[in-house]
């Protein structure tokens, strides 16, 4: 029978690439999907062909065709597909096992409640058989759901070392009374011994139970494929799975959404989405107290620590929320306009769920972020503020836990929530919870991730620009904190520093009364000539000229700091050794987190530059000058930018440079046209010069600048003031439009 199909199809059936047998597959199965159903048992039976062979690619393919061809057969086949699935629920390779999945998902939707219950009590003993790991059984007393292997054997160590130091301890208190000078060398000996052989015993222990360690995602067999086939039955089943949403599905899952296996919990919760798409209102949701129990669970999904984990939570919440259906509109009073966002039945679950869902507008990962804020407004329309406002003692709590939450990213979005909260929310309901929320706040300013500084920085100056009398008591932490920050190592905190500081700056009371403008003034003078202390490194550009030099000859390194310098300094021992290695976002939990009782040092950063300090005033100053443009700040700092920009002997003057033509514009247009052109004749030397460097990011911005000089004070006045080289320069620039 597989003759009817050809050989150059069955070949790539079992080709290694998946894209290959799915193309294949697609192709074959083409002509059913146009209504010729004349091979159909020709393709039924290769099929069960391939799923002989030995290979697992000709199995997954067989499970991928037999999936494509249940929509057409008749339930014999059905039936027999079902059997050899079943044979295949503990197979070696995952591939295969999740190809069933879908298979039997398929079926279900095809087959109906009947295919859930072949396969339901098998199923459900995997899950319970794989839930925890073989290794993990001699821990009677714990299972998936609890510590780690390796929070257990470092808790071993730890007991190990308390009872080898009472030991020793014992041993010499029972030698006390003997002759001081020989008991004490003989007792000392033995102790030693002693606490030798048990360390050397420990270390052996725990040698082994490390080589047996497992990550927490490995060793659970079939554990995450039974999971995944139910729930593909159920989104197969749709709303014909209600009756089967029992207790004891309802428990597997509960338990499943605390296993430290993230895969687990992910699959759980989407268990769960489709769960919601299965259940109605009236019989399911609103039965006992089953919803609330339920938008529990979804809270702790969309609170977890893994990005993939609040994805799927996202999905159950929004299905969560649509299975709940708007009161009788005839039941409105007055037969007014029903607002279908005021749905008491909704909102009887928003002091669990709308804190989580409010935070997730603003987390890290994309697809979560995106997909929150669709919910959101799905939920709550324009009425947002209203909600959060009426639900602010649960949100504004929430949020001050998840600013001390393990993973960076989740403190970083709370940050930005609370910065939230000062903007948009009436003051009044936001007031009476001020202390903890800047309490939260400080203390993420004290963080050792450098994003998490960032998102505080900002949303700091928005409190307290919006709250400056209730922040007056803690002005003198954040005045010190916000100088420090200035010549942070990073320069988005340098800049979004600035940034906070022009908002207090803005306010009248803060900048006047309580000495912000005198502040930042003070730490301007005193910081923005510290680039002159910046130490050289031409001694990269000089070695990179010799280099040259022996390479080609006649020919020169003609940049202070090009390609072949970068190369040098790039490899440079000193420089690079020893140094702090950063993390990605998945050891976010291995960063440390402060509060606000902790230490200004967030021990993650390596010694500021000088040039640093100085790229940090340049900013503040563009903040001091837009805030009080009639000050006398233009007229005093402006003639020293000159000199600040011929500073160009050190590797990261480019930074610099960028910083000075980025602020410029912002500061003439704050003063006006007739103050700038005062300046700017002093100012086109180094704009020149930077614009013909040869760091793209430092050519843009000086570009830029030139760009803003011609438009705003005008072509005629500003093309004249250029010396024919610099006319050219401009001209001849891509970065500039005239």
Known sequence: MSSNIPQDVQQKLKHQFLVIRQQAIESLVAPLKDGDASHLDSFQQFAFELLKEESWQSKQSAFILAQHLIEYSDEAFMTKVIENGMQYFEYVEHRVREAVADCMGECAKHGGLKVYLMVKTRLFELIQQNFSREEDDDDKHDDASGASSLARIQAQKQQQQQHAHAHAHQHQHNHDHCDHDHEKDASSKEVADISTTTTSSSAAEILKKAQELKHDTEGWKCLFSAM????????????????????????????????????????????????????????????????????????????????????????????????????????????????????????????????????????????????????????????????????????????????????????????????????????????????????????????????????????????????????????????????????????????????????????????????????????????????????????????????????????????????????IRDNDDVLHSGQQQYSCGSLAPKLKKATRSGCMDHGFTRDRQPWEYTDGCVHLLKELIVAQPTGPYFDQFIPILPTIASKRNFAHYHDLQQTIWKCVPLMAEAVGKRKFKMYLELLLVPMIETLQCNNRLAMNAAGNCVTFCNKFIGTKFFLPRLKPDQLEAVQSSQFVQL
């Open 228 to 567: 995944k086939t139910v729930e593909r039955i159920i989104v197969g089943l749709g709303t014909r799975f209600e009756t089967e949403v029992t207790t004891q599905l309802l428990s597997l899952l509960a338990r499943s959404t605390k296993h430290i296996n993230r895969f687990i919990r992910e699959i759980a919760y989407h268990t769960y989405a489709a769960i919601c798409n299965a259940i109605s209102y009236e019989n399911t949701l609103q039965r006992a107290d089953f919803g609330e129990r339920l938008a529990l669970i979804i809270f702790d999904g969309l609170s977890d620590n893994w990005s993939q984990v609040r994805y799927a939570s996202s999905h159950a919440v929004r299905n969560f929320f649509a299975v709940i259906p708007d009161p009788d509109v005839d039941a409105s009073d007055n037969g007014d306009k029903y607002d279908a966002f005021n749905n008491p039945r909704k909102k009887k679950y928003f002091e669990i769920l709308l804190p989580p869902m409010c935070l997730n507008r603003y987390y890290v990962a994309a697809g979560v972020r995106v997909y929150s804020l669709e919910t959101w407004k799905l939920l709550v329309g324009n009425n947002g503020r209203r909600f959060v406002a009426e639900y602010m003692p649960s949100i504004q709590a929430f949020f001050i836990s998840q600013a001390g939450a393990d993973n960076h990213a989740v403190r970083e979005a709370a940050c930005h929530c609370i910065a939230e909260l000062a903007t948009k929310i009436e003051h009044d309901a936001v007031r009476k919870y001020i202390p903890g929320l800047l309490d939260a706040l400080i203390g993420c300013f004290k963080d050792a991730s450098w994003p998490v500084r960032d998102a505080a920085c900002i949303a700091l100056g928005d409190f307290v620009s919006q709250f400056p009398e209730e922040s007056v008591q803690d002005l003198p932490d954040l005045y010190k904190l916000w100088f420090e920050h200035l010549s942070d190592n990073i320069p988005s905190v340098r800049e979004d520093t600035a940034l906070a500081l022009g908002k207090i700056l803005s306010c009248e009371v803060l900048a006047k009364q309580h000495g912000a403008e005198e502040r930042v003034l003070q730490h301007i003078k005193q910081y923005i000539h510290e680039v002159s202390k910046q130490k050289s490194d031409e001694k990269y550009g000089q070695q990179a000229m010799e280099q040259m030099n022996i390479k080609f000859g006649a020919y020169e390194n003609v940049t202070t700091f090009g390609v072949a310098a970068k190369r």
